[in-house]
């Protein structure tokens, strides 16, 4: 799986978007890219994931730049619950050669704290 | 969503002793199912692959007769860590996946050795 690059922390006043960048400018082209987060002491949540076209769903929209070496998660009015370690994540699409057997290695993400 | 249960979410156990952690789909079957381990202020960092049926793959580094799992249903896979010493210490996750491909994770499992 192509390797990730995400900045280590971010802040973010609460009810404000929040923005988190990831490079992936190794990514080939049949892969996606995934979107996880870690609430403290719990297990990574899904979020979100996208090929090329932009994503949303109701926790956050993924924005893949039209070379797919880069992406952004926007959670678009943050709130305190949503202070965690956000994983981007890139690996071949479940049902591609090689996808079913996929598993994934976790970077070392970014830790959104929400602020008051 | 799926749900993937761990029992025990915590455990305290003294020094030389074994622990077992289970993993459970609560509502589909896993075919196969990982294993994570994370330290304090680190992040997961995968252990081992787990085929119902077959012996488990572990990664580099991990040692597979300290940390035995077992996959012997489609629906549970155990952990468990023999021998336990202070520095084996740590958050343990599971993640399962079902016939869709997408994974699961399970709410994980605190372990502290005195």
């Not at chain 1, 981007?88 to 050669?97: E, H, N, Q």
């Not at chain 2, 994370?38 to 692959?49: E, I, N, R, V, Y």
């Not at chain 2, 007769?65 to 629906?75: P, R």
Request: a neutral charge; glycine letters at 8%.
């Amino acid at each position: 799986d192509a390797k990730t690059t995400q900045p280590p922390s971010m802040d973010c006043a609460e009810g404000r978007a929040a923005n988190l960048p990831c490079n992936h400018s190794t990514i080939s082209g049949n892969e996606y890219v995934y979107w996880y987060r870690q609430i403290h002491s719990q297990g990574p949540q899904y979020i979100i994931h996208g090929l090329k076209n932009n994503e949303t769903n109701e926790m956050a929209s993924l924005i893949i730049t039209e070379d797919r070496k880069s992406s952004t998660l926007i959670l678009p009015h943050a709130t305190l619950r949503d202070t965690a370690v956000y994983y981007c994540i890139v690996r071949v699409a479940v049902g591609l050669s090689g996808g079913s057997n996929y598993k994934l290695t976790f970077g070392k993400g970014t830790l959104l704290t929400v602020n008051p | 969503g799926a749900v993937v249960s761990q029992h025990p979410s915590w455990v305290i156990c003294k020094s030389g002793t074994s622990v077992k952690i289970e993993c459970r789909s609560l509502d589909f079957q896993a075919t196969t199912m990982f294993w994570y381990r994370q330290f304090p202020k680190q992040s997961l960092m995968l252990m081992a692959t787990s085929n119902e049926g077959s012996k488990a793959t572990y990664e580099q580094g991990v040692e597979k007769d300290k940390f035995l799992i077992n996959h012997a249903s489609l629906t549970l896979s155990t952990l468990t860590v023999t021998s336990a010493h202070p520095e084996d210490s740590s958050f343990y996750i599971c993640s399962a996946r079902g016939n869709t491909g997408e994974l699961f994770f399970g709410e994980g499992s605190r372990l502290t050795v005195l």
